[in-house]
C-alpha cells in the first residue's frame, strides 16, 4: 500500500473516531443537563413514598412461614439421607431466618421491654444451626435428628423470648412440599 493512500485512511479513520466521541460526549452531555434540571423531591413526596412501601413490605409472618417451608422439608431431606437437598434447605432456612430478622429486629414483649432479635438469631446460627450444618456435611442421620430436634428448641426459645410461647413447633409429620422427590437417587421425571 502506497503511503498517501495509508495517510489518506488514516485521516479517514481519525475523523470517523473522531465524529464518533463528539456525538456521544454531547448526547451525555445532554442526558446531564436534563438530569440537572429534574426538580428535587420534596420530604412530602418521600414521606408518602416510604408509606407506600411499608405498605407494600411483606410482614415477619409471612417470612416465619417461608423458614416452616423450608425446615419441615430439611427434616425429610435428612430422613432420606439426600444431604445436597438437606442442605439447601438448611441454607434457605438461614437466609430465610435473616430476612426474618432485618423486617423486625426489635419485638416488644408483653411489658413493652424490648426484645433484640438479632443476638438471639446469632445464637442460632453459632450453635444449634452451625450443628445441624455439621450434621449433614457429615452425612450422619442419628446426629442429623438429634442436631434438628436441638435447633427446633432454640427456635422455639425464640419464639418464648418474644412472648409468643404459642407458637410450638413440632417434627413435621408430611413435607411441605408434595412435589420435591426426597430420594436422592430417583431419577426424573418419574
Not at 464518533?20 to 429534574?38: F, H, P
Not at 453459632?126 to 430436634?149: C, H, Q, V
Not at 413435607?175 to 430420594?183: A, G, K, L, M, Y
Request: with cysteine; proline share 6%.
Amino acid at each position: 500500500m502506497s503511503q498517501k493512500l495509508r495517510m489518506w485512511l488514516d485521516l479517514v479513520a481519525g475523523a470517523c473516531c473522531g465524529a464518533i466521541l463528539t456525538s456521544v460526549t454531547m448526547t451525555r452531555s445532554k442526558e446531564a443537563v436534563a438530569q440537572a434540571a429534574k426538580p428535587a423531591a420534596d420530604l412530602s413526596t418521600v414521606a408518602a413514598d416510604v408509606e407506600t412501601l411499608k405498605a407494600k413490605a411483606t410482614d415477619q409472618s409471612h417470612v416465619m412461614q417461608d423458614v416452616s417451608y423450608h425446615f419441615s422439608n430439611l427434616w425429610f431431606a435428612g430422613q432420606h439421607e439426600n444431604w445436597d437437598l438437606a442442605n439447601f434447605y438448611a441454607s434457605e432456612t438461614k437466609s430465610h431466618l435473616r430476612w426474618a430478622v432485618r423486617v423486625i429486629p426489635v419485638r416488644k414483649d408483653k411489658l413493652g421491654k424490648a426484645v433484640e432479635l438479632q443476638p438471639i438469631l446469632e445464637g442460632l446460627e453459632n450453635g444449634p444451626l452451625k450443628d445441624l450444618l455439621n450434621a449433614i456435611a457429615a452425612k450422619d442421620k442419628s446426629e442429623f435428628e438429634t442436631r434438628y430436634r436441638r435447633t427446633m428448641e432454640a427456635c422455639y426459645g425464640c419464639h418464648k423470648a418474644a412472648d409468643k410461647p404459642f407458637l410450638r413447633p413440632q417434627i413435621p409429620s408430611q413435607p411441605e412440599s408434595p412435589i420435591i422427590n426426597f430420594d436422592p437417587h430417583a431419577d426424573w421425571p418419574r
